[in-house]
Each structure stands twice: as C-alpha cells, then as structure tokens.
C-alpha cells in the first residue's frame, strides 16, 4: 500500500520566519492534498495539486508537486501564529479512491 | 452552505459497549469517508460510501461497519469496543467518490475506558 512520509515530524519557528514541510510518497503520485488541523478538530483543505512541477498559491502557503520524486512541498512565507496546526498531506491510493495520510507535522509560531 | 456535521462530539464508553456515530455530508454530497485518528498511526481510512454502498475499505477488523442512507447520511458502528478504540473519528465528504476535494467533519472524540 501507499505509504507518506512526512518531515519534519514537527516544527517551532518565529513568526517571520519562512518554513518548509515535505511529503513524500512511496508510490506513484495521482494526486496529492494538503490539510491544516487544528489540535483535536477536523481538517480544513487548503490545496490539491494533480499534475507533476504543479505549484498552487493560497495566501502566504505554496505547494509543489515533484512528480519524478514522487514528492511535494509546502512552504510558508512570513509565518504568523495563525499557521499553527497539524500540516497533512494525503494522497488517492492505487484504487483511485479513499485518500491515503501522512503522519502530518505540527507546527508552532512563536511571537 | 453547511458543513459536515457529525454528532455527537465527544463520548466516553465503556470497553465490550458499542457505540452509534452520525455523519451529515454537505448537503448534495454523495460520498461519505471515515477515518480513525490517533497519536501512533495517524489519520486512517477506514471505508468510504457512495449511494448507499460500501465502494471502498480499510485495513480494520469487523467490528467496524458502516451505513449510508438514501439522504447521504452515514453512521458507523463499533462493537465489542477495545481501550485502543479511543481515538478522534473524523467523516469526509465529496460530490463524488475518490479523487476530489473532501470536506471534512470536526469529528467525533470517543474515549473507551
């Protein structure tokens, strides 16, 4: 089955700071997705990205997909403490359907 | 529009019990997925409906079920429930299955003790 990693597994940086979260899969990559969550709540989808050397913008959050490395990255310009959370990247499984996670990684912004 | 709502937000159970929990999709959204989540393993499928019918399912034993009604509606069911039951069960729904962004609800917090 497809497996994620995700690294790192957590993250402290002050606000200001850019920071970078990585996922990479151990399969073929059909599609991958990025969710935020707040501890103990549900996820808010902030991006998918379907076509290999795809980058999607949303506010100060990018993604790219390196579909030759099976990977994709998050990268968050000018952090603000509002970005802390549970970053998880999740991708469709060889069955085209249910969505596969990584372990996710926990960020925190200090002031 | 609403979200997806699931209900109820947290329970406490006793191990052997069974328990009942209520998915609601965004209204027009035909597939429902559940997942487990917990501290060790993460976020895991656990099956996934699509008009009334289990398209799709997880790596969990039996005591796990599931149902759709003709509404979109879901509910999924754990009996003989095990300490290592307790775990944050989140539902997601898309207009249609597999491959689409997903909804996700701010799930159910059961805790078996």
């Known amino acids: 089955s497809q497996e994620l990693e995700q690294s790192p597994q957590s993250l402290i940086v002050q606000e200001g700071k850019n920071l970078t979260i990585n996922c990479t899969s151990s399969k073929t990559l059909y599609g991958l997705y990025w969710y935020k969550q707040k501890y103990g709540e549900g996820l808010i989808f902030l991006m998918m990205l379907q076509k290999g050397g795809e980058e999607k913008s949303h506010e100060k959050i990018t993604a790219k997909l390196d579909e030759k490395k099976q990977q994709s990255s998050l990268h968050i310009t000018a952090s603000q403490p509002s970005h802390a959370g549970i970053y998880l990247c999740g991708a469709v499984g060889n069955s085209g359907y249910a969505l596969n996670f990584g372990k996710g990684t926990s960020l925190l912004v200090t002031p | 529009k609403a979200g997806v709502t699931q209900t109820p937000r947290y329970l406490i159970k006793t191990r052997g019990q069974q328990v009942t929990l209520s998915c609601s999709p965004i209204s027009g959204h035909r597939s429902v997925s559940w997942y487990q989540q917990t501290p060790g393993q993460g976020l895991q499928f656990l099956f996934e409906?699509?008009?009334?019918?289990?398209?799709n399912k997880g790596n969990f034993p039996g005591r796990f079920s599931g149902r759709q009604f003709s509404n979109s509606r879901s509910e999924m069911n754990v009996s003989t429930l095990e300490l290592g039951d307790s775990a944050l069960y989140l539902c997601?729904?898309?207009?249609?299955?597999?491959?689409?962004?997903?909804?996700f609800g701010q799930g159910t917090r059961l805790t078996v003790v």
């Open positions: 409906y699509f008009s009334e019918t289990q398209r």
């Open positions: 997601a729904s898309s207009l249609v299955i597999g491959g689409t962004e997903a909804f």
